[in-house]
């Protein structure tokens, strides 16, 4: 399990209409990054920008991971090439189940950094529309391939091909794929969620007022 891809924001026009610039388009570096806690605007990626600052970034949202091997997968959907980095994530990893992570458990990165999964990566119009597909904000959900968000746990350096460890894993194992199947499409299901440790707390307090509102 390693960084496969290093990838930080290129500043684009929105495609959006009347969308602010969009910091999506990431794209690889190789020197050694900081991770740190985020700054306004910006992620926990030392130089990656965030356009809508309502909906994306916040601790919670520090950083984003997707596998290498899901990109493939959606390669061979889509029939094009999807380079790392293009679906906005800042870490793409290679040889691990990033959508099996749980929510809560912490991983290691290279020598310092500590990162700590907390939700799956809700597509948004923006999304839709660099992919430029039918449907796609639906089509990525119900194939339930998110990639994970992360918070930084302990800042440091990180780099192309640093290893990544699974250094904690919590009691109640709720993965990114199930929590995210709950959040989208099984309501019903909502406690279950409540049992995962290190969910966001606005998400924990939208679970908490619709079960009590129900």
């Known amino acids: 399990m390693k960084v496969l891809s290093v990838n930080v924001a290129v500043p684009r026009p929105n495609p959006l209409p009347g969308g602010r610039m969009t910091g999506i388009d990431k794209q690889p570096v190789t ?10 605007a910006h992620s926990g990626v030392a130089g990656d920008m965030i356009g809508d600052i309502d909906n994306h970034g916040g601790a919670d949202q520090a950083v984003y991971a997707y596998a290498r091997e899901d990109l493939d997968w959606w390669e061979s959907s889509l029939g094009r090439p999807l380079p790392s980095g293009f679906f906005g994530e800042n870490l793409t990893t290679v040889g691990m189940d990033v959508n099996g992570a749980s929510i809560g458990e912490i991983w290691k990165v290279g020598d310092t950094v500590a990162l700590q999964v907390t939700f799956g990566r809700i597509p948004c119009a923006t999304f839709q529309a660099r992919m430029e597909e039918p449907r796609w904000t639906r089509r990525f959900a119900e194939a339930n391939r998110t990639g994970a968000y992360l918070r930084v746990v302990t800042p440091g350096s990180l780099q192309v091909g640093d290893p990544i460890e699974v250094v904690h894993r919590p009691s109640s194992e709720v993965s990114i794929a199930e929590a995210f199947h709950i959040w989208m499409f099984d309501h019903d299901s909502f406690p279950r969620l409540l049992s995962a440790e290190g969910l966001p707390a606005g998400m924990r307090a939208k679970v908490l007022s619709r079960l009590s509102s129900s």
Do not use: K
């Open 31 to 40: 020197h050694p990054i900081s991770v740190r806690t985020p700054q306004p």
